[in-house]
């Protein structure tokens, strides 16, 4: 393929940037325009102080934390509420740690006193300086809270009131934040 001189008509070379016969500055071909105009739109983007990664990572934590409560969770009258909770963070912990996604990682699960249930995760390959803790805040804790409203997998959490508490640390282990869902918030 030619390029056309629009000066002298002259053929030239595609990949030539002048004519070859007057020296007239040729045209640029589309595709070298739009390439251009995407590498100057990518240097103008300004750096995100909010890592979409994080917000995923959080999200897709939370979601796999729920498929691993579909475990039996039935307490018999002579087992207290507290027991089955221990029980149950030893069943998740035999699978621990657990990828959630490519930057989240479920540590491990604790029973706690007082009918809690904590889940400890690790942001792999983030550090506290990447997160900006309360706009992840605004987006995840109101889904949380609802999915412990609404999952019927989580019925026997609501009949039973359990706190869900949920602790992110960063690759470093410094702590980044908690979540922590109580009886009183998930009773309409």
Known sequence: MKTICSNCEAENDINSKYC?????????LEKEAIASSIEKKKADKPERKFNLKTFLGFVAGF????FVMQLPFKPSSDTSVDKVLVQAANKVNKNCPMNVDANTTLKNAVALPNKTLQYNYVLVGITKADVKIDTVRKYIFPRILEDVRNNPQLKSFRDNEVTIKYNYTDSNGAFLTEYVVTPEMYEN
């Open 63 to 66: 979601i796999v934390m729920f």
């Open 20 to 28: 070859s016969v007057c020296g007239f500055k040729l045209p640029v």
